[in-house]
T-cell receptor, first 109, second 113 residues
Framework: KNEVEQSPQNLTAQEGEFITINCSYS?????LHWLQQHPGGGIVSLFM?????KKHGRLIATINIQEKHSSLHITASHPRDSAVYIC???????????WGAGTKLIIKP | NAGVTQTPKFQVLKTGQSMTLQCAQD?????MSWYRQDPGMGLRLIHY???????DQGEVPNGYNVSRSTTEDFPLRLLSAAPSQTSVYFC????????????FGPGTRLTVT
């Protein structure tokens, strides 16, 4: 069983829809990292979370430490949001980073 | 700041050849890492460094060497390329202990034939 699991693996939606991507993990963590990888390949950091909720523009990330679960939401989705969204967790024992396999999001106009 | 830079962007090697992937950062970050990304899999850590002169193995170190002679540079050497090393390679850095947000280079797409 993977220690970090993302769902769904693939998601196609229409422009304007509310998007939710989920990340579940099975280890104790010190922080969770959401990243975005565009079709060109570059990886950029979106959020670093250790509790609660963070918002940046149309993106919202939440984490529930007790349930070992985090969600990334996109409001009013746009075709430029099309990318792979990656969840990674820092283990609290040694700060090792464990990566999810990513969720491929396609937003159609 | 240029951030994290990687060269080359693309490379084709024949089996058995050696080469060095370059990575540099101008943010004075202590921690640097090399990852490989294969289709359908999460990023996998190859080697990492917590400061100049200090390196350690990650999850998939076999076939790769690293060195960290300066804070800025962290080259990855493929000793004898194999088709299994066909992948996209990312270099990343972060400021240091307690600062967890990583900054990534643009990646190097390597094909070994």
């Amino acid at each position: 069983k993977n220690e970090v699991e993302q769902s769904p693996q693939n998601l196609t939606a229409q422009e304007g829809e509310f998007i939710t991507i989920n990340c579940s993990y099975s280890v104790g963590i010190s922080a969770l990292h959401w990243l975005q990888q565009h079709p060109g390949g570059g990886i950029v950091s979106l959020f670093m979370l250790s509790s609660g909720k963070k918002k940046h523009g149309r993106l919202i990330a939440t984490i529930n430490i007790q349930e070992k679960h985090s969600s990334l939401h996109i409001t009013a989705s746009h075709p430029r949001d099309s990318a792979v969204y990656i969840c990674a967790v820092y283990m609290d024992s040694n700060y090792q980073l464990i990566w999810g396999a990513g969720t491929k999001l396609i937003i159609k106009p | 700041n240029a951030g994290v830079t990687q060269t080359p962007k693309f490379q084709v090697l024949k089996t058995g050849q050696s080469m060095t992937l370059q990575c540099a950062q101008d943010m004075n970050h202590e921690y640097m890492s090399w990852y490989r990304q294969d289709p359908g899999m999460g990023l996998r850590l190859i080697h990492y460094s917590v400061g100049a002169g200090i390196t350690d193995q990650g999850e998939v170190p076999n076939g790769y060497n690293v060195s960290r002679s300066t804070t800025e540079d962290f080259p990855l050497r493929l000793l004898s390329a194999a088709p299994s090393q066909t992948s996209v390679y990312f270099c990343a850095s972060r400021p240091g202990q307690g600062h967890l947000e990583q900054y990534f280079g643009p990646g190097t797409r390597l094909t070994v034939t």
